[in-house]
């Protein structure tokens, strides 16, 4: 509102000076006419309206652009005044048989020239290397400061998955979410194969963007490329994405691996779902038991694989021929990797009822409760049975 304010107030001034150019340049006391008060007009407006097209149509304007435009500028004229002030003496001396007034036009004429030759010069330089040129005033350094968060920028991937939907039901996201205008293709070209799994996984990657574009708790814009490929560039849609995200300065949400690895590799950050969902989940140590059921057998022999409620894969050593059971398991370590958990154990003989394990013995004791008095708390080991008692003979005669 503030920008078409200040265009308001440009154009209003805009105007004043064009009926200004008109009346001076009309008034026969100077000695203009209507035609070059007509023509002055004209280019006044002219002028005008080229700055504020130029405004208009570039709508992503950036301030390295701008600020290395204005400081080469700023350096040219200094350089050309600083080289045309020695010229103008040599310029008089060889045009000694001239008039004055033909030296003087000579001078202002080699004074320009050498002003915009220069002021090209600084500008062209200073475009080109404007990534690593610097403008530092005396030990202050302007940078760029983002305030709030930075767009997150959806992949594919995790548009299909579904889980991002869920995730801003919670309001947890509070910034704004952007879907180029490529991955949007890409989803209507899955949903329009031939293939019925490819068509059903863009069908619902549609749906799940029509959910989130009809939730009122976030901001959902889809947006067009920013000029980071080339007009006639063929390049994939990841790479594409990256540099997307690169150019406003937002962040990656994807579930791709190797998507995380290329846009940390070019400097992007990356919130991998996969990555947040294992955070969330409940961590299991070495040395705790888990009961699960075995689903099927795992890739070494011997082994069984069962999965947890929240879809964690447990890999249970010598567990193939319980396929179909619950078992106990003890947990023998744990793999935590970018693509998801994997638990590993070993089953392990369990006693029935209240026991807990003492140590790392493999013995169990029987929980203490309150009030009772007659438990006995001596552990019972389970790998050793204890000897039983010889039984004695029977030596008593039978009766009749």
């Known amino acids: 509102m503030l920008l078409w304010l200040l265009r308001i107030c440009y154009i209003a001034l805009l105007l004043g000076a064009a009926a200004f150019t008109f009346v001076t340049m009309y008034d026969p006391n100077v000695g203009g006419g209507v035609l070059p008060a007509v023509l002055g007009t004209v280019a006044v407006l ?38 045309a002030f020695p010229v103008e003496p040599v310029i008089r001396a060889v045009c000694a048989g001239f008039t004055e007034a033909t030296q003087q036009q000579l001078v202002n004429v ?46 594919t ?47 619902r990657g549609l749906d799940i963007l029509k959910r989130l574009q009809s939730n009122p708790k976030i901001e959902l814009v889809v947006q067009d490329s920013v000029g980071e490929v080339k007009t006639g560039e063929k390049v994939k849609v990841d790479e594409r994405l990256v540099l997307f995200t690169k150019a406003i300065g937002g962040r990656v949400v994807t579930n791709d691996f190797n998507l995380n690895k290329i846009a940390q590799l070019q400097g992007v950050d990356v919130i991998n779902l996969n990555e947040v969902a294992n955070a969330l989940k409940t961590v299991a140590l070495p040395g705790e038991y888990l009961q699960l059921k075995v689903a099927k057998a795992g890739d070494q022999p011997g082994q069984g694989v069962g999965y947890l409620d929240d879809g964690t894969m447990v890999v249970i050593e010598q567990g193939r021929n319980q396929i179909g059971n619950e078992v106990s398991i003890i947990v023998t ?39 009772n008095t007659s438990a006995t708390h001596r552990p019972v080991t389970l790998d050793t049975p204890g000897p039983t008692p010889p039984v004695k003979p029977n030596t008593e005669p039978p009766k009749s």
Do not use: H
Not at 341 to 350: K, Q
């Open 46 to 83: 002219a002028l005008g309206g080229v700055i504020i097209w130029t405004d208009l149509r570039e709508k992503e304007k950036d301030l390295k652009v701008i600020s290395a435009t204005f400081f080469g500028l700023l350096f040219g004229l200094l350089v050309g005044q600083l080289i």
């Open 110 to 155: 080699s004074r320009l020239l050498i002003t915009m030759i220069c002021c090209y010069a600084t500008i062209s330089l200073l475009l080109q290397t404007r990534d690593e040129f610097r403008f530092i005033i005396p030990y202050v350094e302007f940078s760029k400061q983002v305030k709030g968060g930075r767009a997150l920028v959806l992949d």
């Open 157 to 203: 991937s995790v548009i299909i998955d579904g889980r991002i939907a869920d995730v801003c039901d919670t309001r947890m996201i509070d910034t704004k979410l952007v879907v180029p205008r490529f991955v949007l293709n890409e989803l209507q070209a899955i949903a329009d194969s031939s293939d019925k799994m490819k068509r059903n996984r863009g069908r």
């Open 333 to 371: 370590s744990v793999l935590q990797t970018p693509a998801g958990r994997m638990i590993f154990g070993r089953m392990e003989a369990r006693p029935s009822g209240s026991f807990v394990p003492v140590g790392s013995s493999g013995s169990y004791q029987p929980v203490q409760t309150t009030g």
